[in-house]
């Protein structure tokens, strides 16, 4: 993958918030034109659907893996392939691949919802390419669960190398997840500096560098990473009056960039569940010994959380709370994308634990695709004004 | 009629109603007693394991439909509104949620609290349903993982490196679950008790695959969808069970009695057609009765293989290896199931001929996205493999806010118009 052209590089040489333009402007837009520019140039793109895919497999094949997330697009074919009452990532991504808007030679899903488990067999009917589901264990409390999980990943392993015709040697899948460590770790440090000093990045900023993660090589993503984070620690502007908060159920969908803003406007967005899927492992994955294993073992022991896994020993209202505490959050921003089933059932369970634990909130519902946000600001607004002035 | 007649048929409908209440009395007993059950679904249910540790046992998926078929599910509904759950979740979710609030009040009974939860992952509402129990009252949940096919049309089986994988941890999982069982109940383990399980098991699958198989005789001998509703509250409340495995027995006599003297379902079946999907509860008999109206009655239905937990493939456990066996079946049928939901296109085009099918009708629903997420596109290859006339109309299977009877009668209308001028052209082609 080294010798490979540069797909993402229109950033180089400018200053700090031209980066971030850039960065903004291709996640707003839904511009795929990184992946295009690897097709072009002869490169395999494998894309997965969320939450969580473990990239270093695609990677190690030579193949760049794409996280398939939907986009704020007009639905031009979807719509005819699913019923009415749907999330709408799961329209929009297969929209964005029936309308060539990206190209793919492998696609793959998870069966982390009622939804998105029919996607592989809908994306089969629809494209010639392998379509499959990659097999997350949906019990992580069992002995057998980590060995079973390594299998899985070998078995798609060997598809991938059908795939892009490069036979995968346990060196290649070191190189390629101690790549993915650095990328975590400036992803952590990102976050680190979101928590300690949330007025020097904007919270619609930290996302687009997250997000642009799930789009370019992962060598181009610390490049870019390895620039601008130090560049953000240098800024020197003043805290204002807002309140820290947490966003919560952005897990799958996603919202709208300028909803992000919009919160951002009234409150420091200090953490969040933002593409969860990109920063699911919250350590190094080990180097040594089997790299299957340590992928899989890592999915289980050192992962984050979200409603679609259930592990015994995470309850995703305790998790919730941990995170509010560990960035010193003074509220939670509690959303689910409409018709999200596992999302919406939670919210339940975390409105009692920020009420049980009198930590506020402040609920809502959002779409990819939505555009008026002239309410939601003043509604925030309020909120957070009620509590600096309380 | 003569008196064998009269003896025979309708005695499948008859004693499964009679079972269905012997078994809510019994819940209700356990309830008054102060007993607890293990709360499980339809596909997976490990009830062959269950029932070896002599449990009470609810399918709160059945509680909730009963709801809906009595015409009072939105009381539940509206009170699981109230407590915080959205209108755009799974409807038996929330009526059991009210369910639980009013501490298992039930028409037919009370329904005893959870001593435990089992389920697995062919439908990821199970889970998140699992979880809202562990919160209200903090039991043991179990998740039995049974991974699914990875690829459209792709199966692996027994043997297969990547089965054999599969199995293991389906079969690490088994021996993790009685562990919790024996800590739950108190008690040991009895491989014995459940090979018994397993044996009437065995007996009811066969049964139930020689039911399915029965229907493709014309007349049909039974409807799939309301009949089928009936013989699927036995077959998942009975699972594993000696009444369960007999009252099979008895109704494969009957159907076959059925067909061997020409009885039909009905008086004047023109139409044969599978469903596709769960039925519209809130309206469950009139739904079948505007499709009787024009002759059309469902001869198969997807309903009853996954609804059956995939019973459909007669699965027989090897009980000189019950565990490993256990595994391998749960994997086999559980796929199916998932199947069923996922990719039916595969076993609709089969049963076309196989059922001498006139058409097929999708009922995707809002409250179900395992099921109806992919119809609407899933109808789209049929048509094109096939051309068989299909139609498609979307309702719930609990909330009436959602149903609308007129808007469904006149699609229904307006389909079997089209399905009869089909026909008469097809029969005017060939007199030319």
Known sequence: MTNRPLIFDSWRDLPLEEVLRICRDTIEEGDFSPVLKWRETGGKVLGHFQVYFPQELAHAAGMLPVMVRGAPVDLLHADSRFGSYLCSILKSSLDLALSGKIELDMFVSHPICDAARNLAAVWSRNFDYPCQILYLPQNANSQGTIPYLRDEYDRLLRKLEEISGKKVTEEDLRNSIALYNRSRALVRELYDLKRSEPWKVAAEDAYSLVAIGGLIPVEEHIALMEWVVPEIHKIERNKEDRIRVVFEGAFCEQPPLDMIRTIGRSCYVVDDDFLIGLRWLTGDVATEDDPLYALAEAYIERSSYSPVQHDNRKTKEAMLLKRAEAAEAEAVVLASAKMCEPGLEEQVAYVLALDENRIPYFLSEFEENMSSFGGLELQVETFAENILFA | ?432
């Not at chain 2, 998942?236 to 494969?252: P, Q, S």
């Not at chain 2, 995939?310 to 565990?323: A, E, K, M, S």
């Open chain 2, 1 to 432: 009629m003569t008196v064998q007649e009269t003896s025979i048929v309708g005695r499948g409908n008859k004693e499964g109603g009679a079972l269905f209440r012997r078994w809510f009395k019994s819940l209700d007993d356990a309830a008054q007693r102060g007993e607890k059950a293990a709360y499980v679904f339809v596909m997976g249910s490990m009830n062959e394991v269950l029932k070896a540790f002599d449990m009470n046992i609810t399918f709160p998926e059945i509680t909730s439909l009963q709801l809906a078929v009595r015409h009072i599910a939105h009381e539940y509904l509206e009170e699981a509104e109230d407590y915080g759950y959205s209108p755009d979740i799974c409807g038996y979710v929330k009526a059991d949620v009210a369910l639980q609030l009013r501490k298992g009040e039930h028409p037919m009974g009370r329904i005893p609290k959870p001593n435990m939860t089992v389920f697995t992952n062919a439908c990821n509402t199970y889970i998140k349903w699992g979880e809202i129990w562990e919160r209200l009252h903090k039991i043991p949940i179990f998740t039995f993982d049974v991974p699914g096919h990875r690829q459209l049309g792709v199966h692996t089986q027994p043997g297969d490196k990547q089965f054999e994988v599969d199995r293991r941890y389906v079969e690490i999982q088994i021996k993790e679950l009685i562990a919790k069982l024996e800590e739950v109940n108190g008690t040991k383990f009895d491989i014995d008790k459940l090979r018994e399980t397993m044996e009437f098991t065995n007996q009811m699958s066969r049964s139930w695959a020689r039911l399915l198989e029965l229907n493709r005789n014309s007349p049909s001998v039974y409807n799939a969808l309301t009949d089928g509703t009936v013989f699927l509250g036995v077959a998942n409340g009975f699972r594993g069970t000696k009444e369960g495995a007999d009252y099979f027995a008895n109704l494969v006599e009957e159907m076959e009695y059925k067909v061997a003297n020409g009885i039909g379902t009905t008086t004047d079946e023109s139409h044969r057609l599978a469903f596709v999907g769960v039925p519209c509860y809130p309206i469950f008999r009139r739904f079948s009765e505007i499709f009787a109206e024009w002759g059309g009655t469902f001869v198969q239905s997807t309903y009853l293989w996954f609804a059956s937990g995939g019973t459909n493939r007669g699965y027989q456990y090897d009980l000189d290896n019950p565990i490993s066996s256990l595994a391998e079946g749960i994997l086999l049928s559980v796929r199916d199931a998932m199947d069923s939901m996922f990719d039916q296109t595969t076993m609709l085009r089969n049963a076309i001929d196989e059922y001498d099918l006139d058409g097929v009708v999708y009922h995707p629903i809002k409250s179900c996205r395992t099921v109806s997420t992919g119809l609407a596109d899933s109808r789209r290859q049929l048509m094109k493999d096939t051309g068989i006339p299909s139609l498609l109309i979307e309702s719930d299977m609990m909330d009436r806010r959602v149903v609308s009877e007129a808007q469904l009668k006149n699609r229904i209308d307006a389909f079997f118009e089209g399905l009869i001028s089909r026909k008469q052209q097809a029969a005017a082609s060939r007199r030319i």
